[in-house]
């Protein structure tokens, strides 16, 4: 049977569903390069032409109008196919535990992206406060900053590294713009008993005069603090990785990014009896540990 390759006949579809090589490799998750590359591949196997190219634009050939018509009803049944088997064999599960901040404001955002990648896998996020190697119930991957803490069976691998920054509402600044680190003594510290110390560090590695706050507000977690910091009820010192998905998504702004102080990285680790969804979890995080250290 003389079958042309499949991630080539994927990338076929998705570009002649889109006529979009660029959307294309936003679906399939890869670069525009790769998917022309695939195109390249099926049109020399086949032996015809399947894309009339002009500059920013593509359009289907009659060949490849009619290749699309019965290579995407091909491509369908077999997800129906698959997802009939699928759909008896027992659930494929990697639970993840992390802390709630960690949860709610790095992990949880990035998740769809795992979800589309892996759509047999169920990731179970478990939050914990405690050390893993005090966990209530068993993970397969654990996220957590520094050495400590951890199982001795467990091989670290390093992740994130992370720096403390001082992050506000653009709503908050358009009211009470703020030029020079001084200047935030005219809005209300909001901070987390877990990261209490973070402002004194702050001042004292970057060199500021003592900043006296209008006001303050104490809350549990990080992520309360990061919420109310985008309600526009004052200004927070937190970890980047902690305010990422709100910088990139401009509900919060990180006044002076170059006044940052360095804190402890993150690491992962893996269990000893994971399966082989921990390992596609495990080359996930480090995909986005790429991106993450591409943005910031």
Request: overall charge positive; glycine content about 6%.
């Amino acid at each position: 049977m003389n079958l042309p390759p499949l991630n080539a006949v994927r990338a076929f579809v998705a570009a002649a569903r889109h006529q979009s090589f660029t959307l294309a490799a936003s679906e399939l998750h890869v670069t525009h390069s790769a998917v022309s590359r695939q195109i390249k591949v099926l049109e020399a196997f086949m032996g015809v032409r399947l894309f009339d190219r002009r500059i920013r634009q593509v359009s289907l050939t009659v060949e490849g109008l009619r290749f699309y018509a019965q290579a995407d009803a091909a491509l369908k049944q077999i997800a129906v196919a698959t997802q009939s088997v699928m759909g008896q064999a027992p659930a494929r599960i990697v639970r993840i535990n992390v802390r709630p901040s960690f949860a709610v404001r790095w992990l949880i955002p990035r998740l769809p992206n795992f979800v589309a990648r892996y759509p047999g896998i169920e990731p179970h996020v478990l939050t914990d406060t405690l050390p893993p190697d005090k966990a209530l119930d068993s993970f397969d991957i654990a996220i957590r900053r520094g050495h400590g803490g951890w199982p001795a069976s467990i091989e670290l691998r390093p992740f994130l590294e992370d720096a403390v920054c001082v992050v506000a509402s653009p709503a908050l600044l358009a009211m009470h713009p703020i030029d020079t680190p001084n200047d935030l003594a005219t809005l209300m510290l909001l901070w987390a008993k877990s990261r209490k110390g973070d402002l004194d560090a702050w001042q004292s590695h970057v060199g500021v005069d003592k900043i006296v706050p209008s006001g303050q507000m104490q809350f549990d977690h990080v992520h309360f603090v990061l919420q109310a910091a985008i309600d526009g009820l004052g200004f927070a010192v937190v970890p980047i990785t902690l305010a990422s998905s709100g910088i990139a998504s401009g509900q919060l702004r990180c006044l002076f990014p170059e006044l940052r102080m360095p804190v402890t990285r993150y690491y992962y680790g893996i269990a000893t009896d994971a399966g082989s969804e921990a390992q596609l979890f495990s080359e996930w995080l480090d995909h986005e540990l790429l991106k993450h250290k591409n943005a910031f």
